[in-house]
């Protein structure tokens, strides 16, 4: 059984799907950071999205090589073992997006805390 950090991070195995999935993560949030920096959680699904399609498209091309290897179309069961194998493009999204998510939670809660405490103190200033 896989701990929690060889699922994010991966293993010698799952390596080379960490790394594809980290850079096209990194590279949609670097791209996308000033256009979305107002609407950071669209730059989140922007991102989650093109890991997903990625993996997808990674599970489509090993699935057809090795149905072309085999000179057969695999069987669901082959094919749903090479997406299993592959899932660490999707993982390697997860401490990226969660980074970006608790950012805006954060920022949330701190500016609506601020701005309640922040009111009263700005209404009861004498007028000058």
Do not use: C
């Amino acid at each position: 059984m896989k701990t929690l950090k060889e699922f994010l991070i991966g293993d010698r195995r799952t390596i080379a799907g960490t790394v594809y999935g980290t850079i096209v993560v990194l590279a949609v949030l670097a791209a996308g950071a000033r256009a979305y920096r107002d609407h950071l959680w669209r730059l989140d699904v922007i991102a989650a999205g093109s890991a997903l399609v990625l993996w997808m498209a990674h599970v489509y091309s090993d699935g057809l090589g090795e149905s072309l290897n085999l000179s057969r179309r695999l069987t669901a069961a082959e094919l749903s073992r090479i997406a299993r194998r592959e899932y660490s493009i999707v993982a390697a999204a997860v401490l990226p997006l969660a980074a970006i998510t608790l950012g805006m939670v954060g920022h949330e809660v701190f500016t609506k805390r601020i701005g309640r405490n922040a009111a009263p103190t700005v209404q009861n200033q004498p007028n000058d």
